[in-house]
């Protein structure tokens, strides 16, 4: 995904009038619409925080709206990236109390390139708690078979692995934003067409474990951890919210803004600034 870009001057006003299009512009210092925004997430039984993973201002931020919802008293999950459907076994281990703390780090770092200390608050927060922690992702040998060899690699065995009715399709809108995001990468269009369906392998994924969860809980709410790329709504909540499923999408500022974000793909931007 690229790196962000100078800000056009129609962008830079929407900025300035306090909305980013059809989202609400904040300071995580303004405490007031802070507190506003946290009782606005309460109404959702799916709020994403998006990230950039090795960003700690966003990890910050998902552990406070974390610890809020908790607050809040209705049963809370939280739903990982980081972790593939098959490492489910460890996370509940984990939660717990029966997995080590060096034996949990190990586990992690073997399917997750970015440093434990990133995610550390939160997931000892989640096990302090007794939080439930989801996996999320596709199995990431899977992901590699469709980004290498397209969606029609993927055979009976492989399908056997992953919910029911998982598909590698995206929308229209989104296939425009990856084109957008990897303009300046110059691939064969089968790779991108491959990696487009690998995207949305993944972010089919995290949509029917998301709600099967939350099926399986009827009394529950879940906080999604993931990249801006899912988190955003035109991937895994846009799914969720065709199953009826409210969902509201906090993305936090990095360094500025994505010019590739549509007015529509989240419902909160975040700045850290004053």
Known sequence: MSRLRKIPLLLLLLLLSGCFGGARRLSVSDQVAVSRMMTDLRQARVIFVGEFHEQRDHHRLQLNVIREM???????AIGLEMFDLEKQPILDEWVKGHVPLQEFVARYQKGWSINWAEYDTIMLFARNNGIPMVALDSPPDLVKTVTYRGAGALDHEALQRLPAEVTTVISASYRKFMAQAFRSHTI???????????????????????????????????VVIAGVGHAMRRAV????????????IVIPQVEGLYEELDRNDMDYFLTFGD
């Open 188 to 222: 064969p269009d089968w790779m991108f067409d491959n990696f487009c369906a690998a995207q949305g392998l993944r972010n089919s994924t995290m949509a029917k474990r998301t709600a099967g969860y939350l099926e399986r809980n009827p009394a529950a709410r879940m």
């Open 237 to 248: 909540p846009s799914a969720l919210e065709e199953e009826g499923i409210v969902t509201r």
């Open 70 to 76: 908790q607050r809040s008293g209705t049963p809370l």
